[in-house]
Nanobody, 126 residues
Framework: QVQLVESGGGLVQAGGSLRLSCAAS????????MGWFRQAPGKKREFVAA????????YYADSVKGRFTISRDNAKNTVYLQMNSLKPEETAVYYC???????????????????WGQGTQVTVSS
């Protein structure tokens, strides 16, 4: 079992930055590929970024490429999402997710992930 707790959300003006953190319980964090997703009111949950268990492979949604950076610190059992140049349409609840992995891949489908955090609200004002 893995428990995930997100933090770092809040209110920011358009063009601003936030850094989300997701702390994981357990001693096998490095065995899990991680992902960030977001869900705006009335919309489906959408993929934002993913990272392999070692951190060596990352992947981003086209809409955030060049502005968001996913990273992880396996010694701290934490995955991060640095978000720059935020836009009002990116207001959403942001979730981190984990899936046990033995291949070194990253994953973009939410259906693949076994564990989810409770989410952290990000509000971008115009």
């Amino acid at each position: 079992q893995v428990q995930l707790v997100e933090s770092g959300g809040g209110l920011v003006q358009a063009g601003g930055s936030l850094r989300l953190s997701c702390a994981a319980s357990g001693r096998t964090f490095s065995s899990y590929a991680m992902g960030w997703f977001r869900q705006a009111p009335g919309k489906k949950r959408e993929f934002v970024a993913a990272i392999s268990r070692s951190g060596g492979n990352t992947y981003y949604a086209d809409s955030v490429k060049g502005r968001f950076t996913i990273s992880r610190d396996n010694a701290k059992n934490t995955v991060y999402l640095q978000m720059n140049s935020l836009k009002p349409e990116e207001t959403a609840v942001y979730y981190c997710a984990a899936v046990r992995d033995s291949t070194g891949n990253y994953y973009i489908s939410p259906a693949v992930y076994d564990y989810w955090g409770q989410g952290t609200q990000v509000t971008v004002s115009s």
